[in-house]
């Protein structure tokens, strides 16, 4: 599953999960997605970028959860850590590599890394598929 921070004509913004960036795209034409607050069926995805590295010390996030949503949390950091243990880590040559990938220039494979926001964006305009991976307190890359 992904997910997409989307938004809707009104500016309200919102999350979704899909199985992939077709399911989403399918959905929306069906006029399965909305949004939440206004019930608005335009909807589009807002740039998302993956995580970005900046070298200042992390915050601690108090975080009060039910068990219901504590499952869900390790089902995600789980799943987090299978696509990190099946992918290639390319640092920060992360938009570099998805570029290769995307056009051709190199075998597809799965990678992660840093990308600067401006990078992220460069990306999306060239149409290259990317997500960000949820990244937890306890993560030490």
Not at 59 to 75: C, N, T
Not at 118 to 140: C, I, N, Q, T, W
Request: proline residues 4%; hydrophobic residues 35%.
């Amino acid at each position: 599953m992904i997910s997409f921070s989307l938004s809707c004509e009104n500016d309200h913004e919102f999350e979704g999960w899909f199985r992939s960036n077709d399911d989403f795209e399918t959905q929306k034409k069906r006029k399965l997605v909305n949004c939440p607050v206004c019930a608005s069926h335009k909807v589009e995805k807002a740039l998302m970028a993956p995580a970005v590295s900046t070298g200042r010390r992390q915050e601690k996030i108090a975080l009060a959860v039910s068990a219901q949503q504590r499952e869900a949390l390790a089902q995600l950091k789980a799943l987090s850590e299978k696509v990190r243990e099946n992918s290639d880590y390319v640092g920060d040559k992360f938009a570099e590599e998805a570029r290769k990938i995307h056009f051709g220039e190199t075998e597809a494979r799965g990678i992660y890394g840093e990308a600067t926001l401006e990078e992220a964006k460069g990306l999306a305009d060239d149409g290259v598929d990317f997500m960000p991976l949820p990244v937890f307190p306890d993560d030490r890359n």
